[in-house]
């Protein structure tokens, strides 16, 4: 499967990230060791120059980092400065290290040509910093090409069906068309779903016109809010984006990332709550219990499909209407991967 | 590993498929979904046109199957008959159909050229509906080749040392051949016990004539019976099958069917009980118990079997006298998969 | 991976192989099944001649042994004798006998040429049979080459930082290096490690000077003894062997054997226990308790260490002072490989 290699991809939340000690994580197959050097967070290839143990396994030590199999020590930026036993450090001795930033409380690892790592590159999520709202978070991992869960976040007419239960939605999803904006890095969803109860949990008491915008952003990272308005407003707003002032409630806001961790793995990262002025950390706690039931839904759902494509000798699809976002995406993605 | 495609296999035991859902198996490493149409037995590729997805996770509508991840419908042949939000489907969008029979019980799948599928070749099996037995069912998943279990089936001579102690079999299995007889798309295989117990479950209580004959047909299905009749009734009948009309005891039927799943996994289908002149349910709960147990005992050895060949680069075999069935068998399907 | 075939390796601790059934076990990825014929250790390629069941699942009948499947009977050197219902034998119908030795407590199965096969070749371990020494044993199944284990167990400066918890080890491991002489199947590897405290689980209540020799043989067996002697005896020896007449304490020996069982899996089998004259049962158990921690710190990282090179394209190491021994044997078994 095709992936942008220069490209910021979620490694982990960072309140999650111990400090006294690494982390493993695998992307584009490759391992990665994420650790705190003095605070600082740094990326390197999980892998001692030594005889190839995982550093992931060693012991953070101020701004170095301990194998801890025969005790090689590196710094901050990937190079052996100690070798216990012998004086003579080989030059050169150093692991690759990746271009990691530390934002909206995740760990965004860079892994193509570090030259190119520009963090303006790094698509405007929400923290657990963020003083607007009240997130919760989790993980889920995959037996299934990141690419499928793109694709599923590329295209909300699966809410009509996969998510009947979960998300209460209704036929509108699939019956309808969203309007799809290509962005530079990505695609812009927007959608009216006028006239509606809305989301009990997300204090939807409706009638409502429920107005929801996110965008999707390489390499496969989702940013969506919305909310409430008067019935009529999708109208005046003639079916654009509505004036935030006019809002009742109902404002969220879910930050998810899909990164590819080997061949037919993935892994996603979510979080979700709401705008402080339109809700609590009771309300995050029952938002949170949807998205368990709806992800696991996205996630049956697409381990299914992988294994019907593994079963398939010469697998080939047949794009609908609702496919406009997935092909401008993966479009952009083939580009920017050749590129 | 080489199967017949021309054939019926065993797809479920259609009183276990539900009504208002689709079901999955995967039959030659095809996935394949079930489900009924207004009550009507279907036999589809388990694979949505649009991106692959599973139709066994889909849902059942009237006569339709729809797809639940987007909504795709598809009719009782399978034609996809709506897309949401789409106008138009694409002509000859269309998922394989493959010819299926609800008959005894079983749901019958032919794999091959549908030009072909006469359900006058499907193996004459007793099912639930039969008024003679009372029968329990089941089936037990294989981590080995279908072709290993049905050499199992071929060649009773293992009775003596695999299912000692389930079914009492005693040494003749072994040290005696049983008249083998080749049929149109089988074997049939009779033999007598003279002068003996009989299984205890199976209301012997000797010393009697033991007589059992069982056809083994293409793909894999065996169909067994017997009985119990006095002493002397073989070398009154010069050991060929006898008066039904003398039958003391002992009649049961056993259906079996081995259908492979995928690639060294197989799925193993049994059904067995008295004729209830000479049983009852307790019969069969007896009888159901000896199955458990001796079919575990085929299993252990089976999937032991298959490690071993796994493990070796050039396997080979030595056949013996007790493989004539096998070798009839094993060339007829070679000769009927070449065709 | 490259392993010598031409050597003994420990398929079992004797005193756990039943007498009256068969064992199984893979050794370089070959099936073998261990049984007693008459009471004599017996080995032979665990597939039967018919159609490769595999005789670990057979029974024991005084000198044969035979299949479960089908009744095939062999002998004690592999000859078949008897086939079930069958008066005539081909010629030459016999399974592959690997030659096989009982000594200290370890099924020896020699894997190369059987004309090669000499027992002098058998290295020189401690069984449970031995009167000075009080035992314990056990296996660990590693999901890791057996080559990563036998690095492990060649560099002991991984005790600094692997160990450090469980054996108490301190930075002597990694900060000098040990005496290495090669020898003509392996290497010994001597160290005192003086004014030290010594394990208190070894009855080490220091300071003394702590002794400690291993030779690490063909193809991958560790065995290693010491003892506490008074401060100043390292010195007074010149750093070499001690006099064991001054010994005060702590002598132990511990039989560590690395058995390749697959591509990429492995057993390794250990003892350990006190000379008589410095312990008992009760320190033995102490010593198997500090084993169990020990041997699961080395199993997580050296399964870890087999992960990362499974995810690195061409893995290459950067050997360091403490690899001399490694790099001798390692050498070795090239060489031997290649003969």
Redesign the interface.
């Known amino acids: 499967m095709t992936y942008v290699r220069d490209a910021w991809y979620v490694a982990g939340w960072t309140p999650d990230l111990p400090r006294d000690a690494p982390s493993a994580i ?1 992307i584009l ?3 990665v060791v994420l650790w705190w050097a003095d605070g600082v967070l740094r990326a390197h290839e ?2 001692c ?6 550093l ?2 060693g012991r953070c030590e101020g701004a170095s980092l ?7 020590l590196y710094d901050a930026e990937g190079l052996c400065i100690e ?4 004086d003579k450090i ?1 030059d050169g ?1 150093r692991i690759r290290s990746y271009p990691v930033v530390d934002r909206h409380s995740w760990a965004w690892v860079w892994m193509g040509d570090p030259a190119l790592a520009d963090p303006a590159l790094i698509p405007p999520a929400v923290g657990f910093d963020d003083p607007d709202y009240i997130l919760g978070r989790g993980f889920l991992d995959y037996a299934a090409e990141a690419r499928l869960i793109n ?1 599923n976040l590329l ?1 909300f ?2 809410l ?3 998510h009947a239960a979960s998300f209460q939605a209704t ?1 509108v999803f ?4 969203p309007k799809i904006t290509p962005l530079e890095r990505g695609i812009r969803v927007e959608r009216w779903v006028t006239d509606a109860p809305g989301l009990p949990q997300r204090g939807g008491s409706g009638p409502a016109d429920v107005w929801s915008t996110y965008d999707f952003l390489i390499p496969g990272v989702l940013l969506m809010t919305g909310g409430n308005f008067p019935v009529g407003t999708a109208q005046a707003s003639n079916f654009g984006p509505p004036d935030f002032a006019l809002v009742e409630g109902g404002t969220t806001f879910t930050s998810q990332a899909v990164t590819p961790t ?1 061949d037919g793995t993935a892994r996603y990262f979510f979080s979700w709550g709401p705008h402080r002025n339109h809700g609590d950390e009771a309300m995050r706690d029952a938002l949170m219990e949807v998205a368990a039931m709806a992800f696991a839904e996205d996630k ?2 697409i381990e ?2 992988q ?3 593994d ?2 000798p010469d ?1 080939r ?6 496919d406009k976002g997935v092909t401008i995406f993966n479009r952009l993605v083939e580009r920017l991967a050749a590129a």
Request: glycine share 10%; charged share 15%; net charge negative.
């Open positions: 695998s197959g490759e391992p999980d892998r120059l030594h005889r190839l143990a995982p992931s396994s301990r194998c801890m199999y025969h005790g090689l070798i216990p036993g012998q080989p001795a694709d295209d007419s699966h009509t069906y996969v036929g699939a019956d309808s068309l080997g049956a759902m299914g499909q294994r019907i494509i079963a398939t697998p699809i047949m794009p609908t209407v609702h």
